[in-house]
Nanobody, 123 residues
Framework: QVQLVESGGGLVQAGGSLRLPCAASGRTFSTDFTGWFRQAPRKEREFVAGIRWTAGNTVSADSVKGRFTIYRDNAKNTMYLQMNSLKPEDTAVYYC????????????????WGQGTQVTVSS
């Protein structure tokens, strides 16, 4: 089992920044890839960014490229999503997920999920 706990959400004005940590515990050695997803009201959950823990390779959605950065601290077993230049359309519940098998962009591929943290961007 892998436990994931997100934090760092809140209310921010457009153009502002937030950093979301995702702390992993449990059998963390069993997963090498973790990702961030988000779900806005009345929309499907969508992939935001992901990172491979051993090599540090990252991938992100076109909608956040140049604004969001994903990185990890292996010693702390924590993944971060640094979000800059936030827009109202970034408003969503943000989830971290681990241990995908298959398509990393697909929510159904992930075995473990956090409880989510709300990000609200006001205009």
């Amino acid at each position: 089992q892998v436990q994931l706990v997100e934090s760092g959400g809140g209310l921010v004005q457009a153009g502002g920044s937030l950093r979301l940590p995702c702390a992993a515990s449990g059998r963390t050695f069993s997963t090498d890839f973790t990702g961030w997803f988000r779900q806005a009201p009345r929309k499907e959950r969508e992939f935001v960014a992901g990172i491979r823990w051993t090599a540090g390779n990252t991938v992100s959605a076109d909608s956040v490229k140049g604004r969001f950065t994903i990185y990890r601290d292996n010693a702390k077993n924590t993944m971060y999503l640094q979000m800059n230049s936030l827009k109202p359309e970034d408003t969503a519940v943000y989830y971290c997920a681990a241990q995908p098998s298959g398509n990393i962009y697909y929510t159904g591929a992930y075995d473990y999920w956090g409880q989510g943290t709300q990000v609200t961007v006001s205009s």
